[in-house]
């Protein structure tokens, strides 16, 4: 069985700092996505990043970039020059290329507090 | 327009009624999900169907039952509503269900029953 950790809880950044939230997750399997995404308080889940497992070039959208380490299974979020409304609950997920049906795994969530 | 939009926003009801909770999307998708957000905000697949067939039955009581009338709808009704029962119930829908397919996600709707 596929498992997502987030170690994380809460954590807080400075408005304009850098702030990488961590995402560690467990598989047999060599195909499979990684996705952080975004809950602000709004509810609405958003994607933020996606990563196909056979790259190993970092996926990147704008100030969001990924640490992707298959041998560790590691996949931390960075968020560069972070803005208040980054303030938000983020979750990492998984699911497998193959054979399941679309199922996403979801870690248990950090919530992110950005500060003016 | 609204991708993913689901009905009602809010629902507050009694242990024991029957409810009901709508899906729709507007994408042209054939895959939809049901997720559920726990207290906790622990998010967990409950159901996929995929052109309007059940693919994912993620043991869930038999008191949940998914219709889906056609691919631009997955409804989710609840039986004999317990206090375990509330949570945020996400719809979410992809062109497929193959891993490779980004989910887009409804609003949510926040089930509180007393």
């Known amino acids: 069985a596929q498992t997502v950790t987030q170690s994380q809880p809460e954590m807080s950044v400075q408005e304009a700092e850098t702030v990488t939230l961590s995402c560690t997750y467990d598989?047999?399997?060599?195909?499979?996505?990684l996705f952080w995404y975004k809950q602000p308080p709004s509810r609405q889940m958003i994607l933020v990043i996606r990563q196909e497992a056979y790259k190993q070039q970092n996926a990147t959208e704008n100030r969001f970039s990924v640490n992707f380490q298959k041998a560790a299974k590691s996949f931390s979020l960075k968020i560069s020059d972070s803005q208040l409304g980054d303030t938000a609950m983020y979750f990492c997920a998984f699911t497998l290329l193959y054979n399941q049906g679309g199922k996403l795994i979801f870690g248990q969530g950090t919530e992110l507090s950005v500060k003016p | 327009d609204t991708a993913v939009s689901q009905t009602p926003k809010y629902l507050v009801t009694q242990m024991g009624n029957d409810k009901s909770i709508k899906c729709e999307q507007n994408l042209g998708h054939d895959t939809m999900y049901w997720y559920k957000q726990d207290s906790k905000k622990f998010l967990k697949i409950m159901f996929s169907y995929n052109n309007k067939e059940l693919i994912i039955n993620e043991t869930v009581p038999n008191r949940f039952s998914p219709k889906s009338p056609d691919k631009a709808h997955l409804n989710l009704h609840i039986n004999s509503l317990e206090l375990g029962d509330s949570a945020v119930y996400f719809c979410?829908?992809?062109?497929?269900?193959?891993?490779?397919?980004?989910?887009?996600f409804g609003p949510g709707t926040r089930l509180l029953v007393l």
């Open positions: 598989t047999s399997e060599s195909n499979y996505y």
């Open positions: 979410a829908s992809s062109p497929g269900p193959r891993g490779t397919e980004t989910q887009y």
